[in-house]
């Protein structure tokens, strides 16, 4: 069975840091895109960053940038997402994907357009209390 596990979410204060792992099952994605997403409770699924197959691009929301830094490791697949000062609105479920980013489409600083793979495992919580 093809799965991405995500792991490393928890409870944690304001401002503290938390780093998150995406673990391939089943095959590698060392030729896909890769991203992280986060559903709060009671709001639809947000995409939150992403990276490309090679590394060499990324892409964050407005709300992380500065502070989550997503990276993979090229030899085991795996992907990850440090995030530091983190907020309670940080609060959610975050899961990850395989992804195909038109990294070349971008238009200045803009998001580039992103297609969905459906590997989506089962999520990680992270909690952030004030």
């Known amino acids: 069975q093809v799965q991405l596990v995500e792991s490393g979410g928890g409870l944690v204060q304001a401002g503290d840091s938390l780093r998150l792992s995406c673990t391939p099952s089943?095959?590698?994605?060392?030729?896909?895109?890769m991203g992280w997403y986060r559903q709060a409770p009671g709001k639809e699924r947000e995409f939150v960053a992403a990276?490309?197959?090679?590394?060499?691009?990324?892409y964050y929301i407005d709300s992380v940038k500065g502070r989550f830094t997503i990276s993979r490791d090229g030899t085991k697949g795996t992907v990850f997402l440090q995030m530091n000062s983190l907020k309670p609105q940080d609060t959610a479920i975050y899961y990850c994907?395989?992804?195909?980013?038109?990294?070349?489409?971008?238009?200045?600083?803009?998001?580039?357009?992103?297609?969905?793979?459906?590997?989506w495992g089962q999520g990680t919580q992270v909690t952030v209390s004030s």
């Open positions: 994907n395989a992804l195909l980013v038109r990294w070349g489409d971008r238009v200045g600083s803009s998001k580039p357009p992103i297609h969905e793979y459906d590997y």
């Open positions: 089943g095959r590698t994605f060392s030729t896909y895109d």
């Open positions: 990276i490309s197959w090679s590394g060499d691009n990324t």
